[in-house]
């Protein structure tokens, strides 16, 4: 089992920033893809930022250029630095992990509340 402890969350006005933190501890393959997706009252799930365990990130367009995606492979921890925020923004962001040890396994995090006031 793997556990995800996310941290970082808060009320920031428009334009702000805050830094999301999720650390994950248990049966942690070498191998995987950390992320970060959130959901707003009303809508669905959606991909915010992912990165792999070699680095590579990938990002919705809706945040490019404005969030950046880091991981501390040594400490099973994965960042999310958000800038430049805008109200629709506001969600609750979920830490996601993905790894595949002879068939796929996903986890996620108890979630985090981002409220950006405009």
């Known amino acids: 089992q793997v556990q995800l402890v996310e941290s970082g969350g808060g009320l920031v006005q428009a334009g702000g920033s805050l830094r999301l933190s999720c650390a994950a501890s248990g049966s942690i393959f070498s191998i995987n893809t950390m992320g970060w997706y959130r959901q707003a009252p009303g809508k669905q799930r959606e991909l915010v930022a992912t990165?792999?365990?070699?680095?590579?990130?990938n990002y919705a367009d809706s945040v490019k250029g404005r969030f950046t995606i880091s991981r501390d492979n040594a400490k099973n921890t994965v960042y999310l630095q958000m800038n430049s925020l805008k109200p629709e923004d506001t969600a609750v962001y979920y830490c996601?992990?993905?790894?595949?040890?002879?068939?796929?396994?996903?986890?996620w995090g108890q979630g985090t509340q981002v409220t950006v006031s405009s």
């Open positions: 990165i792999t365990t070699g680095g590579r990130a």
């Open positions: 996601n992990l993905q790894q595949r040890v002879f068939k796929d396994y996903e986890y």
